[in-house]
């Protein structure tokens, strides 16, 4: 299968080495990857915001990056770029009366996948340490974002994949549907009501006693990382495809080039 | 049909009353988040019931089936409203009772308060009601000499405390029992002193000192949960009988509705009166629900009254993408889940509707540039765990991207120097124009890296930025973007593992990454 | 133009686009597949978690549970239209509390209502499933104050009056008769969301099931 991989926008910039797992994962199964280099942000950012006129040229950009015969689907590791890609795109070509584009983006959106799903719905995988050789000797608990659960409805897709890594210890996260309070521009606009449910979220976390929080969108994790960094915790984050692309031979170091927010030695 | 509109849509109406945050938001959750009783009663509280919703909702095996017929029939409601309003009108009316309108609050109050002189009576009898708070009928009374007692225990806690309801169902819901002990003793005359913070002394304090005044009332003031169309009953659902007693036992009862509560026919209360109780107070069904049309003879009130309330429903009505927010059947639901109506409380959104459902029904009643009422659609995470819950399936999250869009239209049209977030959107707009563009941006990475230093994190941006590092740091940027080692490095792995890969056996498909990073020896 | 006018008039103007009416979806369940034995017992489990006593008796011997029940109270009050037979252990026996009609002809105060220790009204019909049972004012229950004022409230439910489902039971009921659902005494949970029975209403709701 020809898989187009949508990196998006904070992965491409801050951590590059979620999307390359992510290649890593596809190309382990034989798919071959392609990357639209056209490609930006989904836009969510400005839609969320309120910004629909600035959202419109970000969303074009992105309906011009995918809108192509050049692969069969396209991937993104996060389930709120995807969500954003699948639902709001449409929303915003027709809110600025853009007919053409709202029907573009309805293909590409049909199109579009976020990585949890494309390896359990499409690609069969149920288990990542027969099927992907996924070895990952630590112990971790998981945070599953808003957008992936709710608007998505990943339920335990990435929860299952994880559970299915090889030498990996679980552990269950406590009020883990609750949001971290990263909201985008929510945690500038309300900064500190957001901080106050990501001292929860983390007083949370570091109760599992897990070495690592993992989940599927960075910029949550982002988010919950910048706190457990800032009140000096060792408990780190790191996205689920990095986790997955894991394995004996090449162990993903806890921390990499990208020192993940709270894993200070 | 009378809902046949011919020629231009006029403006809407805005409406007025307590509808509004005086202060923006986050300024009010600020003062909110320091008061570490509130945020504890306010933990407890939306704790325990949202653990009593979830457990009552999974006991129907047609819970989602009842949502969908819930927000078709409030969607047909609203389609149909004026043929609605005209046959409920003429249902209650053909039964003896008697139907008032009122364009806002103003008017509201002023055809409550000439019914309630008419009667001679100074003193009324009031059950819990929305309606009559958002148009702040009992501050009017009182300014007209009327005195008006509340008489739901919650409501009674706030009225003797001299506060605000900061919950549509359990007005005090940032009091813990201590603090209503304290109350009772301070302000209840003939209390018990040696009463003791039982929740079940407390209620049998407010017993007492109630009992007397529902016996002897002549006029009684009430809200109503529906109306229904095809038969020109009103309900009301309630849970002390304190309802009962204002709806059995006064000579005249006047119910004060918004124009949006009707439904249009007696056999949809089979779906309603399912999906209230459990969303609301988490029960299978509430302890109390009285219905009546119009006039019983020898039965209740003999002089029956309705004012029908607008007060800038028609304006959310006109709102093509806000409109399915008058579909709120006002079970508080949404707050109980709301992570930020949790931390703040109602009191920070400073209109009578808190939490998700306030933060869009407010500005969508009174405009978005009413006081400070486009603070409120931002202080959400976009979360959704509201639009989960809603028994009607409002899709709270994107009404308030909505809102959030109105306002900076509005603020756009205003001669003005562009805010910080303006620029930061603009600069966003270019940069994620084009992949090309980005490149450019990204390439600036590793001067953010030096920024970073030797911890490898960043502690402080500035200007709103800095609302961020705050409280979180961010991570040192990579010394290169995922496009750029795509460009440059990537190479297409040929050792593929097909299907079912032994453990272990993975082949080096997965130094794309991390083999790469590491190699640059920044282990932990 | 009057205030009905101007609201009519701003209503057809905010629906100026013409929105769809939906078709409702009504696939929830309308009718109980349960059977009359297995209602009995879900009405009575539920009516227990809301504290309510629930005792289940053989027709004949309504009015023997009633005098049990009633035994020590001094006075209570009864709807015109209450069956006799429920009633004639308290009018035969001695040392019964005396029984106060309340009927179109005489109709009982505030004040005399409030003076008694019980009420004892029939039931149109009961929901098992949310455990709740309405009065609409029929003969046999009266007017909507006899309920209310006095502290106790004693329902006899036959039996054959329980549906499963709120459906069955709004399809029974006239929408236009003044009703009353109750599900259990009255209740609050307005301080902490902690769960009181007995606030305004009665404190005690006693049902017996007639069988």
């Not at chain 2, 961020?468 to 995922?482: E, H, K, L, V, Y």
Request: proline share 5%; with cysteine; charged share 20%.
């Amino acid at each position: 299968m020809k898989i187009a991989l949508f990196a998006t926008c904070i992965v491409d910039a801050m951590y590059p080495r979620t999307a390359q797992a992510t290649v890593a994962l596809l190309e382990r199964l034989g798919h071959e990857v392609v990357f639209p280099t056209d490609q930006a942000c989904c836009g969510q950012m400005h839609v969320n915001s309120g910004y629909f006129k600035e959202a419109r040229t970000v969303v074009a950009n992105h309906v011009r990056a995918f809108d192509t015969d050049d692969y069969d689907v396209a991937v993104a590791p996060s389930g709120s770029c995807v969500a954003s890609v699948k639902h709001q795109h449409e929303l915003v070509a027709r809110r600025c009366g853009d007919a053409a584009l709202e029907e573009r983006a309805a293909v590409v959106g049909a199109r579009t996948y976020e990585l949890s799903q494309l390896l359990t719905d499409v690609l069969g995988i149920t288990n990542a340490a027969a099927q992907l050789g996924s070895h990952f000797p630590h112990k971790v608990t998981y945070h599953p974002s808003c957008h992936g659960m709710r608007l998505l409805h990943l339920e335990d897709r990435q929860l299952n994949l994880l559970k299915s890594v090889g030498g990996i210890e679980m552990v269950e996260l406590p009020e883990a549907d609750q949001c971290c309070g990263f909201g985008g521009t929510f945690s500038m606009k309300n900064a500190e009501v957001s901080a106050a449910m990501n001292e929860d979220k983390a007083a949370n976390i570091c109760g599992t006693g897990a070495e690592l929080c993992s989940g599927g969108d960075a910029s949550c994790l982002m988010h919950i990382g910048g706190g457990l960094s800032r009140q000096g915790s060792r408990v780190g984050t790191l996205h689920f495809a990095e986790i997955l692309a894991s394995t004996i031979e090449n162990p993903v170091a806890v921390t990499g080039e990208i020192t993940l927010a709270g894993s200070k030695r | 049909m009378s809902n046949t509109f011919l020629g231009m849509p006029s403006l809407p109406v805005f409406g007025r009353g307590n509808l509004n945050a005086t202060e923006p938001f986050p300024q009010a959750a600020h003062r909110e988040l320091a008061n570490t009783q509130l945020r504890a009663n306010l933990g407890h509280a939306t704790h325990t019931i949202r653990y009593k919703r979830l457990k009552v909702v999974a006991e129907l095996p047609d819970w989602e089936q009842m949502r969908d017929a819930g927000s078709a029939i409030k969607d047909a409601t609203m389609a149909n409203l004026p043929a609605m309003l005209e046959q409920f009108e003429a249902n209650f009316t053909a039964r003896g009772g008697i139907i008032h309108w009122a364009r806002d609050a103003q008017e509201a109050n002023e055809i409550v308060t000439a019914l309630i002189q008419e009667t001679g009576e100074t003193e009324v009898v009031k059950v819990k009601s929305m309606a009559t708070q958002e148009i702040g009928l009992n501050e009017y009374l009182e300014d007209q000499g009327i005195a008006a007692y509340e008489t739901d225990l919650a409501e009674l806690i706030v009225q003797l405390d001299h506060d605000k309801p900061s919950h549509i169902l359990v007005p005090a819901i940032h009091k813990n029992r201590s603090q209503v002990r304290e109350i009772f003793l301070r302000e209840m005359p003939a209390v018990d002193p040696n009463l003791t913070d039982e929740p079940a002394r407390l209620a049998e304090a407010a017993r007492k000192h109630l009992r007397k005044k529902f016996l002897s009332a002549k006029v009684a003031i009430s809200g109503a949960n529906f109306g229904l169309a095809d038969t020109g009953t009103l309900t009301v659902v309630e849970s002390e009988g304190n309802g009962r007693m204002c709806l059995t036992l006064p000579e005249t009862l006047i119910t004060v509705m918004g124009i949006e509560k009707l439904l249009p026919s007696w056999s949809d209360l089979e779906v309603f009166m399912q999906l209230l109780p459990r969303s609301s107070t988490g029960e299978r069904m509430n302890p109390y629900t009285s219905l009546w049309t119009g006039v019983t003879e020898g039965d209740g009130p003999q002089n029956v009254h309705l004012v029908m309330l607008d007060n800038g429903r028609t304006a959310a009505l006109a709102d093509e993408y806000g409109r399915t927010a008058l579909n709120c059947i006002r079970c508080s639901a949404c707050m109980n889940v709301c992570p930020v109506y949790e931390r703040t409380g109602g009191h920070a959104y400073g209109s009578t509707y808190p939490g998700p459902i306030g933060a869009i029904l407010s500005p969508l009643m009174t405009g978005i540039k009413s006081e400070e009422n486009n603070s409120l659609p931002y202080a959400s995470s976009l979360c959704g765990a509201c639009f989960d819950a809603c028994p009607v399936k409002i899709n709270i999250p994107e009404i308030l991207v909505h809102l959030r869009g109105e306002d900076v239209d509005s603020q756009r049209a205003k001669v003005k120097v562009p805010s910080q977030m303006d620029f930061m959107m603009k600069g966003a707009e270019w940069a994620f124009s084009s992949g090309a563009k980005l490149n450019l941006l990204e390439k600036g990475l590793p001067l953010g890296k030096l920024a970073a230093g030797r911890d490898k994190v960043i502690k402080k941006l500035p200007g709103i930025a800095g609302g961020w590092t705050q409280s979180r740091d961010i991570p040192a940027p990579p010394s290169q973007s995922f496009r750029q080692w795509w460009a440059k490095e990537h190479k297409p792995s040929t050792a593929v593992v097909p299907g079912n890969a032994v453990p272990g056996h993975a082949g080096p498909g997965n130094t794309a990454g991390h083999g790469t990073e590491n190699s640059e020896g920044e282990q932990a | 133009m009057s205030a009905r006018e101007d609201i009519m008039a701003r209503i057809a103007s905010a629906l100026h686009d013409a929105p769809e009416t939906p078709v409702v979806p009504r696939e929830y369940r309308r009718s109980s597949n349960m059977s009359a034995e297995q209602r009995l017992e879900q009405l009575v489990d539920r009516l227990q978690d809301y504290k309510a006593n629930v005792f289940v008796t053989p027709a004949e011997e309504a009015s023997a549970k009633l005098a049990e029940l009633l035994a020590g109270s001094t006075s209570i009050v009864v709807p015109h239209g209450l069956p006799q037979d429920w009633l004639s252990k308290l009018t035969d026996d001695a040392g019964m509390p005396a029984i106060e009609v309340d009927s179109p002809e005489r109709r009982l105060t505030v004040a005399e209502l409030d003076a008694l220790d019980a009420v004892v009204t029939a039931a149109a019909t009961a929901v098992s499933e949310t455990g709740t049972i309405m009065l609409d004012g029929s003969a046999d229950q009266g007017r909507r104050i006899i309920s209310l004022v006095p502290d106790r409230h004693i329902v006899l439910l036959r039996a054959s009056d329980i549906v499963e489902v709120l459906p069955e039971a709004i399809a029974r009921l006239e929408a236009t008769r003044p009703q009353t659902w109750i599900s259990g005494p009255s209740a609050t949970s307005d301080i902490e969301l902690e769960r009181v029975e007995g606030v305004h209403g009665p404190r005690t709701l006693d049902v017996i099931i007639l069988t």
